[in-house]
C-alpha cells in the first residue's frame, strides 16, 4: 500500500490510518459490522450448513456400520472354514 493510499480512507464501517511503524495499515471499526438483516441470514445460513454436516455424518457413520458389520460377518465365514 502506497503512503498516499494510507494516508486516511473513510468508509461506513471504519477508518483506515497511516500505517505503523510495521508499514501496515490498521482499520479502526466506528460501529456495528453486520446490520440485523444481515445478522438474521447468517444465523439461518448456519442452521442450513448445521443440518447439511449433520446429515453428512449420519450417513457416514451408517455407511461405517454397515461396512463393518459386511466385514466382521464377512470374516467370521472365513474362518469357519
Given at each position: 500500500?502506497?503512503?498516499?493510499?494510507?494516508?486516511?480512507?473513510?468508509?461506513?464501517?471504519?477508518?483506515?490510518?497511516?500505517?505503523?511503524?510495521?508499514?501496515?495499515?490498521?482499520a479502526e471499526v466506528t460501529g456495528p459490522l453486520f446490520n440485523e438483516q444481515e445478522l438474521a441470514e447468517f444465523e439461518s445460513d448456519d442452521r442450513h450448513a448445521g443440518r447439511a454436516i449433520g446429515k453428512?455424518?449420519?450417513?457416514?457413520?451408517?455407511?461405517?456400520?454397515?461396512v463393518m458389520t459386511i466385514v466382521a460377518l464377512w470374516t467370521l465365514k472365513s474362518l469357519s472354514h
Open positions: 500500500m502506497t503512503e498516499s493510499n494510507a494516508a486516511h480512507t473513510s468508509g461506513t464501517q471504519g477508518e483506515v490510518h497511516q500505517p505503523h511503524e510495521s508499514g501496515i495499515a490498521v453428512l455424518l449420519s450417513g457416514f457413520f451408517l455407511y461405517t456400520v454397515i
